[in-house]
Every structure is written in C-alpha cells, then in structure tokens.
C-alpha cells in the first residue's frame, strides 16, 4: 500500500500526486513511468514519473483524468492509499553529454518533460522550454519550468496567454534564429510528438519522443504496447518509452491508441447501483 502525502490539483483536468514509495525513489530516473492499481479490481495504468524525492521517498505523478481509473485516482486524498505503485519501469532517457536542447510539453505532457529539463539544466546544459497549452486556464508548471530552464516560451492556441500559436511555431523559429540545439525532446499529444518531429526532421536535429501506448503489464510480456519504430516492432514499456521521433509510426500509434474509445465512452456513462457510484465492481 502506497500513502499519499500531498495532492494538488493543478488546474480542472489535471491532478498531482506526490505519493510515498521509498524503493521506487531510489532509483527513479528521468524518462521512467510507474503502473498503479488504484484497487485489487482496477486495471493496471501506466503513469510518467513527473519528479521524485530520494531523501523524502517519494514519487511525483501528475496526470488528466481520461478514464475510470484516472478519475478513480484523482478522487483519493492526502493520507488515501493506492493498492499497487510499481516502477521504476522503462529506459531512462539518454541525457549524457547533452549541452544544448530544447524541451518540448504539450499540455498534461509537460508534467513528463519537467525531469529531463530538471536534470539537463542541473548538469550544466543550455535548456530551452516550449509548454504548449489550448488556453490559460490549463497552464500548469510554469514557476516549476522557470526554475530549471535558460529561457522558457509559453504559447496557448487560442493567445490568451503569452504567446499565441503552437509549439511548432516557436521551435521553428527558434532553429531558424541560429539556435543549434543537439537533442530536441518533445513530450506531449501524439499529433504534436509527430508534427515536432517533422520540424525537425529537415534540419537533422536529434528528436526524442516519450510514447504512452496501450500498456497492461510493463515487462514486455504481453505486447499490448507495441509500437513500430524503424518498420521494427518495439515495446515502448522494455525498449522505450523514448524513441527516435524521426522513425516512429505516429499513425499507427494513434489508431492503436483509439482501439478502445467507445468503451471508455460507454464505460464513463455507467454507474454501478450496487455501489452507487464509479468504484470498481
């Protein structure tokens, strides 16, 4: 069992959880994800490692709520407890010798790129944070990123707040101004990794993406996470999550990704009688 120590929700959608697990934070790295249960009925939910505290023991997750799990979790409290956290699971990210990047988040994605840019900048590297938003009521992180980037660019789709535009947009601009960045990573919705991506791609920029496919076990077992990469199946939980977002099947990822959309959809409309509510039964 696994106790919540502080919970904030950081805006309507999106939900932190910094949760004591002391084994998990001893070796946590960034670019690493848990699996959580919130309940012996519940489905195993693979959830990106957004920070983590080796003296407090504790791990940091943030998350939107997309299903019946996420709301299950987002309904727990300080001092609640979660049944399963297991991690650290996947390959950290490749951070060695980085001296120039750009960080790329994309709404609740943001929470994912904060530790690679945390790590990259507290070693010395020249970070640059692009947070993407649909509009200011979701911005999240942004004292966070201030504190752990050279310089940070906020753009929301709709201009109401900071820079009006996409993230594309911004990098764009910022290759074209002369900025040679040797890594871009971009983390968020998979149109943007896909679309960041092809930004990249023409002026031969490095280009990490982290991908959340469909997950159930985490240790390569089942294959529900394949992903084609370099016309070569992988499985993001035991080969990524991050990957070379130059070769990766974004368009088959998206349709995987959908497969089970009508249930959830189905799924969100019911309400057990028996026990009046969302809980799992």
């Given amino acids: 069992m696994y106790k919540i120590l502080n919970?904030?929700?950081?805006?309507?959608?999106?939900?932190?959880?910094?949760?004591?697990?002391?084994?998990?934070?001893?070796?946590?790295?960034?670019?690493?994800?848990?699996i959580f249960r919130v309940d012996e009925k519940g489905e195993r939910v693979p959830l990106t490692i957004a920070d983590f505290d080796r003296e407090k023991?504790?791990?940091?997750?943030?998350?939107?709520?997309?299903?019946?799990?996420?709301?299950?979790?987002?309904?727990?409290?300080?001092?609640?407890?979660?049944?399963?956290?297991?991690?650290?699971?996947g390959i950290p990210t490749h951070l060695d010798g980085v001296k120039k990047v750009a960080v790329v988040g994309g709404g609740v994605g943001c929470a994912i790129a904060y530790p690679q840019a945390k790590a990259l900048f507290n070693s010395g590297a020249s970070v640059d944070v692009i947070a993407g938003f649909r509009n200011k009521d979701i911005v999240i992180l942004e004292e966070e990123f201030n504190a752990v980037s050279s310089r940070l660019f906020i753009c929301t789709d709709d201009?109401?707040?900071?820079?009006?535009g996409l993230v594309t947009d911004v990098l764009?601009?910022?290759?074209?101004?002369?900025?040679?960045?040797?890594?871009?990573?971009?983390?968020?919705?998979?149109?943007?990794?896909?679309?960041?991506s092809l930004t990249t791609k023409p002026y031969g920029i490095k280009t990490i993406v982290s991908l959340n496919p469909i997950m159930i076990d985490g240790t390569g077992m089942c294959g529900g996470c394949r992903v084609k990469v370099d016309?070569?199946?992988?499985?993001?939980?035991?080969?990524?999550?991050?990957?070379?977002?130059?070769?990766?099947?974004?368009?088959e990822l998206m349709m995987r990704n959908s497969t089970y959309?009508?249930?959830?959809?189905?799924?969100?409309?019911?309400?057990?009688?028996?026990?009046?509510?969302i809980q799992n039964a």
């Fill in 7 to 34: 919970k904030q929700n950081l805006n309507q959608y999106i939900t932190l959880l910094e949760v004591y697990a002391p084994f998990i934070a001893k070796k946590a790295k960034p670019g690493q994800f848990i």
């Fill in 159 to 164: 201009g109401s707040y900071k820079e009006k």
């Fill in 57 to 89: 023991g504790s791990i940091t997750i943030i998350f939107q709520v997309v299903g019946r799990s996420t709301e299950l979790l987002a309904n727990l409290d300080v001092g609640d407890y979660i049944l399963d956290f297991v991690g650290p699971l």
């Fill in 172 to 196: 764009k601009r910022l290759i074209d101004e002369g900025n040679d960045y040797d890594l871009v990573i971009a983390i968020g919705p998979i149109p943007m990794m896909k679309y960041v």
């Fill in 231 to 251: 016309q070569e199946t992988k499985f993001a939980c035991v080969d990524g999550p991050d990957f070379d977002g130059h070769v990766v099947d974004f368009d």
């Fill in 261 to 277: 959309k009508k249930q959830e959809m189905l799924d969100k409309k019911h309400n057990c009688r028996l026990v009046g509510g």
